[in-house]
């Protein structure tokens, strides 16, 4: 069974930090790119960043560029994205999703992902 497994998520203070991470089961994340969504209540869901199948190339949304780190480890199947300098606004739900592209060089910030995990609960507030 194909699955993705997001972890990490939780509540910490605003200026605090988070890793997630995105465990994929069933099959390899080598020809996947991946990307980070997040949706709150009321909102459309929306691209946080996302990462080529080489890990050359990276995306971010304006609003978090600077503050989130995304990376993968193949050896580990999994990506994480690093959080820092939370603000209360980054309060969501965070998914992760699995594209399988032949391109190394190139992630896209679409909601147009072939797998999906069930998400992780962010949660910034003092």
């Known amino acids: 069974q194909l699955q993705l497994v997001e972890s990490g998520g939780g509540l910490v203070q605003p200026g605090g930090s988070l890793r997630l991470s995105c465990a994929a089961s069933g099959f390899t994340l080598d020809y996947f790119a991946i990307g980070w969504f997040r949706q709150a209540p009321g909102k459309e869901r929306e691209g946080v960043s996302c990462?080529?199948?080489?890990?050359?190339?990276?995306n971010y949304l304006d609003s978090v560029k600077g503050r989130f780190t995304i990376s993968r480890d193949n050896a580990k199947n999994t990506v994480y994205l690093q959080m820092d300098s939370l603000k209360p606004e980054d309060t969501a739900v965070y998914y992760c999703a699995a594209d399988f592209t032949t391109e190394q060089h190139m992630c896209r910030m679409t909601l147009r992902y072939d797998y999906w995990g069930q998400g992780t609960q962010v949660t910034v507030s003092s």
């Open positions: 990462i080529s199948t080489s890990g050359g190339s990276t």
